[in-house]
C-alpha cells in the first residue's frame, strides 16, 4: 500500500514537473514570439549610418598642439611674454626640431624658457657636434631637461659622456637608444649597476646587445639623477 502511494505521488510530481517545463516553453516560446513581431533587426542595432564617425587622428593632434599651445601661452603670460611671442617661438623650434614640444615631456613654464633661450640653436648644434652620428631630436624630446642647462654645462656633459663611451667601439649609439645617458652621472651609476648585476661582464658591450636591459634593472631613467633632478621639468 505505502509503495503504491509513493509511486502515485512520484507519478504526481513529474506530472507537475513536466506540466511546468511545458508551460515554461509556452511562456518564452510567446515572448520570443512578440519581440520578433515587435522589432526588427534594424530597430535593435544602430545602423551603421547612425554610429558617430571616428574622430580623425590629424583632428586629435590639431586639438592637442591647441590645448599646448594654451597652457604654454598662459605660463608665458606670467612672465610678461604675449601670445604672438609664443606662436613664433614655437613655429621657430618646431621647423628645426619637429615634434620637440610636449607637455607630457615638460611642464608650460619649462617651455617657456626653453622657446625663449637664445642659445637653443647653439645647444643643438653643440650636441650634434660632439655626436656627429645622434638623432638629437630624440634626444632633447625624451630629455627636455638637457635645453635647461647653461650651454657650459651641457657643453662639459657632452664631453665626459663621449670619453666614457668611447672606451667600447660604437658605444656612442647608446645615447639615442638610451638618451638619459646624457647625464655622465646617470651613466656611470647605469654602467656599475650592470657590473654589479653581471660581474666579469663589460657593461657596454652588453648594453649594445641588450638596450633595454636597463628597463629591467630599473636604472635607466635621468630623474633618478639628484644634480638632474633639481630641473625637472614636472609640476
Known amino acids: 500500500m505505502l509503495l503504491l502511494q509513493s509511486c502515485t505521488h512520484?507519478?504526481?510530481?513529474?506530472?507537475?514537473?513536466?506540466?511546468?517545463?511545458?508551460?515554461?516553453?509556452?511562456?518564452?516560446?510567446?515572448?520570443?514570439?512578440?519581440?520578433?513581431?515587435?522589432?526588427?533587426?534594424?530597430?535593435?542595432?544602430?545602423?551603421?549610418?547612425?554610429?558617430?564617425?571616428?574622430?580623425?587622428?590629424?583632428?586629435?593632434?590639431?586639438?592637442?598642439?591647441?590645448k599646448q599651445l594654451l597652457e604654454i601661452a598662459e605660463a608665458a603670460k606670467r612672465k610678461g611674454i604675449g601670445m604672438e611671442i609664443v606662436e613664433k617661438k614655437l613655429s621657430e623650434v618646431e621647423t628645426v626640431l619637429p615634434g620637440l614640444v610636449n607637455l607630457h615631456r615638460a611642464k608650460a613654464s619649462d617651455w617657456v624658457t626653453i622657446i625663449s633661450d637664445d642659445s637653443l640653436a647653439n645647444k643643438i648644434i653643440l650636441l650634434k657636434d660632439v655626436f656627429p652620428n645622434a638623432n638629437v631630436l630624440k634626444i632633447f624630446s625624451q630629455q627636455p631637461r638637457l635645453l635647461l642647462l647653461p650651454t657650459e654645462r651641457l657643453h662639459a656633459d657632452a664631453h665626459q659622456v663621449k670619453k666614457m663611451l668611447s672606451t667600447v667601439q660604437g658605444a656612442e649609439s647608446l645615447v639615442d637608444t638610451i638618451p638619459s645617458f646624457m647625464d655622465p652621472r646617470n651613466l656611470e651609476r647605469s654602467l656599475a649597476e650592470v657590473q654589479a648585476f653581471f660581474p666579469g661582464s663589460v657593461p657596454l658591450e652588453l648594453l649594445l646587445k641588450h638596450p633595454d636591459l636597463l628597463d629591467n634593472l630599473g636604472e635607466s631613467s635621468i630623474e633618478d639623477s639628484a644634480e638632474y633632478g633639481e630641473l625637472s621639468t614636472k609640476d
Open 10 to 66: 512520484r507519478a504526481s510530481l513529474l506530472g507537475i514537473s513536466n506540466a511546468t517545463r511545458r508551460t515554461r516553453h509556452v511562456v518564452c516560446g510567446s515572448l520570443e514570439q512578440r519581440f520578433k513581431e515587435s522589432y526588427t533587426m534594424s530597430q535593435v542595432y544602430v545602423s551603421e549610418a547612425d554610429r558617430p564617425k571616428p574622430i580623425p587622428a590629424s583632428e586629435h593632434e590639431d586639438r592637442r598642439r591647441r
